[in-house]
């Protein structure tokens, strides 16, 4: 990374930070409304992100559906609200998967069913990811404390990615592992994120016991689970990028590229956090 853009990244997370500390803890009001609508507006954003991705490689696709996806995080929050009964989100991502699956029907011409197996695969992936990962993340507001169950969320996962960074620039490059989907992720970078999300479990399970009700073992195992998701997201996003011949999801956001680069580490930890929350707070 140059060093003109390790600053703009710095300059990014310095802003960053405090934001996320205000709509999380400070903005909790009518179910953590400000920061699910900026979750919802993620969702868009790296959508269209990835429809452009697909439009790059080529890839027959239904562009609505990026707009559609967006759907899932505002389904997750009107039932997390109690606006809507519980199990609307499901409802939502099965009308909006039957709608594609019809969709393929209404063809005019024998060549357009050419492409169709392709441009249905396309369609469904823009409706799922990242919306219905995005939809664990503001299914945290319904959870007891709400604000800390965000809070620790995203502690974990930025702790782990900043250390992952950290240890691999330190390690200067002799652990890199030479996958060819991310040839810069080292050794060094996974064990050093890990250890950072193990040991941010470990601290919240000290500080807040009856949020966090588990055994210091199984905190680390915890930590350590929730932070190999981490890294996963952000390699299943780069498999997305390198597929279609980008570097960047866009340019959008300054030292980070685009929104689907900032939220790829959240998208595969939420719902295995979200899960282990609202068992502990049965």
Known sequence: MSSGKFWLRLLTFTVGLPAFYALIFLLP???????????????????????????????????????????????????????????????????????????????????????????????????????????????????????????FFFCLVFVNDTLAYLGGVLARGWSR???????????????????????????????????????YPVAVLFGVGIGALTILGDLVESVLKRSSGVKDSSGIIPGRGGVLDSIDSWLLAAPAYYLVLAYLAR
Request: overall charge positive.
């Open 177 to 215: 592992l030479g996958w060819p989907v991310s040839p810069n992720k080292s050794a060094i970078g996974f064990a050093c994120g890990l250890a950072g999300a193990a040991g941010t479990a470990v601290l919240c399970r000290a500080l807040f016991p009856s949020f966090l009700p588990i055994g």
């Open 29 to 151: 009001h009518l179910r953590h409304l400000a920061f699910n609508a900026l979750a919802v507006a993620a969702t868009l954003l790296g959508s269209l992100e990835l429809a452009r991705l697909q439009e790059h490689k080529g890839l027959p696709l239904f562009r609505p559906a990026a707009w559609l996806g967006a759907l899932l995080p505002a389904a997750a929050y009107l039932e997390a609200a109690g606006w809507l009964p519980a199990g609307f989100l499901w409802a939502t991502l099965l009308m909006l998967a039957v709608a594609a699956l019809v969709s393929t029907v209404w063809v005019r011409r024998q060549e357009q069913l050419e492409p169709m197996l392709s441009r249905l695969a396309n369609t469904l992936l823009l409706l799922v990811y990242p919306g219905l990962f995005v939809a664990f993340v503001v299914r945290l507001s319904a959870l007891p404390q709400a604000s800390l169950a965000l809070g």
